[in-house]
C-alpha cells in the first residue's frame, strides 16, 4: 500500500534548472533509503543519486551539478538538477527502500511512475 509520486519534471533549456520531488506515502515504519533514477531513450536505466540517513552519493555525470535531499518528517525526496545540459534528458524514476511493519522482514523496494525532464534549447 505504499506509494511513490513523483513531480517537477518538465522542459528547460541547457544550462537551466530543475527541482523533482518524491512523496512517499501509505503504511510506513522505517525509509531506509531513496533514490533518483534515469533512463534516456536506448540506454539502460542508471542510478543518478542515493541518500541513506546523512550519507548521498551520485553518479559521475551529475557531480557538482545534482543534489539529492530528504525531509524526513514529510517522507520526501527532491533533486535539485542545476546546469543541466542535453544529455540529462531522461524519464527519472523514485526509488525508495522502505519497512512497513516495524520488527518484522517487510522491507522491500518501491518504484515511482516517472517523470520526464527534457533539455532542449
Known amino acids: 500500500q505504499v506509494q511513490l509520486v513523483e513531480s517537477g519534471g518538465g522542459l528547460e533549456q541547457p544550462g537551466g534548472s530543475l527541482r523533482l520531488s518524491c512523496a512517499a506515502s501509505?503504511?510506513?515504519?522505517?525509509?531506509?533509503?531513496m533514490g533518483w533514477y534515469r533512463q534516456a531513450p536506448g540506454k539502460q536505466r542508471e542510478l543518478v543519486a542515493s541518500i541513506t540517513g546523512g550519507t548521498t552519493t551520485y553518479v559521475d555525470s551529475v557531480k557538482g551539478r545534482f543534489t539529492i535531499s530528504r525531509d524526513n518528517a514529510k517522507n520526501t525526496v527532491y533533486l535539485q538538477m542545476n546546469s543541466l545540459n542535453l544529455e540529462d534528458t531522461a524519464v527519472y524514476y523514485c526509488?525508495?527502500?522502505?519497512?512497513?511493519?516495524?520488527?518484522?522482514?517487510?522491507?522491500?523496494?518501491?518504484w515511482g511512475q516517472g517523470t520526464q525532464v527534457t533539455v532542449s534549447s
Open positions: 501509505g503504511t510506513i515504519s522505517t525509509i531506509y533509503v
Open positions: 526509488y525508495a527502500d522502505i519497512r512497513t511493519i516495524p520488527l518484522t522482514t517487510t522491507r522491500r523496494g518501491y
